[in-house]
């Protein structure tokens, strides 16, 4: 294991500087506790990459990105940019960062902190224990199936179009995710598609099944996406390992979200054969900028994802956890997971409360 590491850090836009400020506080703690060298670098990107160089992905935030151990996002968009060029819009950096460094695989745990289960909208026996993986593929699908466009037809009549579209490899690895992850975990892998509707996911049920033959001790549903969505708030428990497509992994992955409580809640990582990516799955949050108000868990808890899936470190991973999870404990909560009872604080007495746990752990 290296004791040098180089992390690339992107805040982004909106919210994206302010949780990823708290995130680096956690960095810092974790540094000193096990005596690593983390090199942290950082560049503007999605808005902030536009204003600072006219192309939301800058090649140097690009650059960067591709050299480092890991890359750390925020998030990125806003209104500002909402008027500009499509392919100048702030969006287009995370899903270039994405396919340029081959993220193909994007992990989203669902896991519901037993302090927060009367945070969630559902009833307490329905969330209490959740513990969900959406594992989302990331470069393929709709998101960048091509023809894709707006046309005019000749008879004058305007059209936009995109185009879902799987190929076997891009389907094999993902499952070959999907199922390695499953055995790491409760044996089960639900797939999630449209196969009664439309041929691209038939063809994904059938290669996921192939693959399956490879996977003895895992156990494969296949579910439609409608039902998967009516499932997640009926019985969510019932659910181990959801595999699913890009833009089926979008969807879901927020309504999973809000079963543990907050979307501010959920970390994410973002793994190719090279690289990657770790981000919460919350975005930009414009309306809540600058006051203190955005939740930096799901930022931390991304952090946790970056030292067990890149720097091959379990420890401060399960560490960061128990740490984020004695704070709620102590009933110490951000607005979005306020309940009555709880003391509220802002975004850096949160950050400051996670890395003062964290160092109490220093000699555990
Ligand atoms: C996400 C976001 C992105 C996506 C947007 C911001 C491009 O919603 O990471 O879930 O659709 O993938
Ligand atoms: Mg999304």
Redesign the pocket.
Known sequence: MKNDVNIAVLPGDGIGPEVVREALKIIKVIESKLGLTINIDDAPVGGAGYEATGRPLPDASLAMARNADAVLLGA??GPRWEHIDFSLRP?RA??GLRSSLGLYANLRPARIFSALVDASTLKREVVEGLDILVVRELIGGIYFGQPRGVDTLEDGTRRGFNTLVYTEPEIERIARVAFDVAGKRNNSVCSVDKANVLESTNFWREVVTNMHSCYADVTLSHMYVDNCAMQLVRNPKQFDVILTTNMFG?IL?DEASMLTGSIGMLPSASLGEKHAMYEP?H?SAPDIAGQELANPLATILSVAMMFKYSLNREQPSAWIEAAVESVLAKGVRTRDIMSRGMKEVGTQAMGDLVAEELEKRRDD
């Open positions: 990125v968009g969006e995370l899903l979008d992955s799955i975005g």
